[in-house]
């Protein structure tokens, strides 16, 4: 990520055994750039305050890694905390000997020396890890801390868009600026539909050739759509588009009923799944916290994720099935029958996307909630993506979750959780569970 910051900060004395002080600290600043391109080192372990202030003046990181390759007391942990706000990794190494000698390191009680200090100076919300950087466990943790801090910075210059209101009913889509901004830093950008739908009307066949062509090659049989909703379709997809472009805008959040189906007579369905397969995320029924959450996952695997309510339940096979009516991007389709395309299920009006999803070994179901006081918190589930072929009219998914299905769906209908969730093709909870925190937000986890 451009200008994206990583500054690892491994401090100790110079009392311990420095030979072993010295190989942590080289395998150590291995396995970070292992991970990242954005990583600031010092040339050695730094073993007093006057090294440490030296080397961290000036920088302006976006995550600290805190080291203890030695024991150091609260004074250095200190130092940080003045100089720096930004999210901190707390990391101990193992003692690398037990052999009834010396102790070679004491990461461990300068661990507790440091996390003491940032209780009592408000800075509790770090993360831990305790291991050593040959570990794969230590570069797992350490992987989904910095890709969460990647997605907290980017989260600051990320502007969205809503594209007319929540129908009735749907409330809890509805964000506003300053929240959004608040809370994650985000811009929010504001335009109606009926705007967009005037540009897609005032547009040239030949200003959009391109756009079908694109179209035709995603999806599978738009050519038995009537010529007049690919028309439309075509339209008003390059309204979005450029409306998108122009802004800088990488998450929409849009209105489609009534309006697409009685003003304009084409639904904008085939539109959001074009656009979600060029990894823009895009939600409907104007639900913005749909399609941050979407963008979020997005983000952290560099896929596409699915849009949908969760419909149906199956308690033998421990499976729950997402779905929506048609607007999933046409990569996410299974490769036996690939992008098809269809009606709407309700208004018999097309295109719009009828398929199943493909498989995956590992989906996360991800929604970014509101509680009743405003504060939002983080729906995590685990799982798998079962290949099952289309469930119902427009394009589903269906999921088998880790923890007992029943028990999942039960649970996060009495916890008040919207009815949109995000399906993302990846296990990314650890990656969320660490935004969260960073964010400061309730995880809740499935």
């Not at 589903?396 to 969730?421: A, Y």
């Amino acid at each position: 990520m451009k200008n994206f910051k990583v500054i690892f900060v491994p401090i100790g004395v110079p009392t311990f055994h420095l030979e072993s002080a010295n190989d942590q600290f080289n395998k150590s600043v291995e396995m970070i750039k292992s991970i990242t391109d954005c990583g600031i080192y010092p040339e050695a372990p730094l073993l007093s305050i006057d090294n440490l202030k030296a080397f961290i003046k000036g920088e302006n990181p976006d995550l600290v890694i805190l080291q203890n390759t030695t024991f150091a007391n609260s004074a250095y942990a200190s130092e940080v905390v003045r100089e720096y706000d930004c999210p901190i990794v707390l990391w101990t190494l193992r003692e690398p000997v037990i052999d009834g000698g010396r102790l070679r390191l004491n990461s461990l009680t300068g661990a507790y020396s440091a996390g003491n200090l940032f209780h009592h100076t408000g800075r509790e919300k770090f993360e831990y890890i305790f291991g050593a950087p040959t570990e794969e466990s230590t570069k797992i943790k350490m992987t989904a801390c910095i890709k969460a801090a990647e997605i907290k910075k980017d989260l600051r210059s990320l502007n969205m868009a809503s594209i007319g209101h929540t129908p009735q009913g749907f409330g809890f889509g509805r964000g506003l600026d300053a929240e959004l901004l608040k809370n994650f830093g985000i811009n929010l950008i504001s335009i109606e539909a009926r705007e967009l739908i005037n540009k897609a009307k005032a547009y040239k066949e030949e200003e959009y050739t391109d756009l079908l062509e694109e179209a035709n090659k995603k999806m599978v049989g738009l050519c038995n759509t009537p010529s007049e909703n690919v028309d439309k379709f075509v339209r008003v997809y390059k309204a979005y588009k450029d409306f998108v472009e122009q802004n800088n805008i990488k998450a929409i959040a849009s209105r489609c009923w009534p309006d697409y189906f009685v003003e304009y007579g084409t639904p904008v369905c085939g539109a959001l799944a074009m656009l979600n397969e060029n990894l823009v995320a895009a939600s409907c029924e104007a639900d913005l916290m749909g399609a941050l959450s979407m963008y979020i996952g997005m983000k952290l695997t560099g896929s596409h994720a699915f849009f949908g309510d969760p419909v149906s339940l199956d308690e033998n096979k421990n499976t729950v099935t997402y779905w929506h009516c048609g607007t999933a991007a046409c990569s996410l389709a299974r490769e036996d029958k690939g992008a098809e395309v269809g009606v709407h299920p309700n208004r018999k009006i097309g295109p719009t996307m009828e398929f199943g999803c493909k498989a995956a070994e590992h989906v996360t179901v991800f929604r970014i909630g509101r509680k009743p006081n405003g504060e939002y918190r983080f729906f995590i589930a685990k799982g798998e993506a079962l290949d099952e072929p289309k469930q119902f009219l427009g394009t589903s998914v269906v999921v088998k979750t880790e923890n007992n299905s029943l028990e999942v769906i039960e649970n996060s209908v009495k916890d008040g959780w919207e009815p949109h969730f995000a399906v993302v093709y990846g296990d990314i909870a650890k990656e969320l569970e660490i935004l969260a925190n960073l964010l400061n937000m309730e995880v809740c986890k499935y």
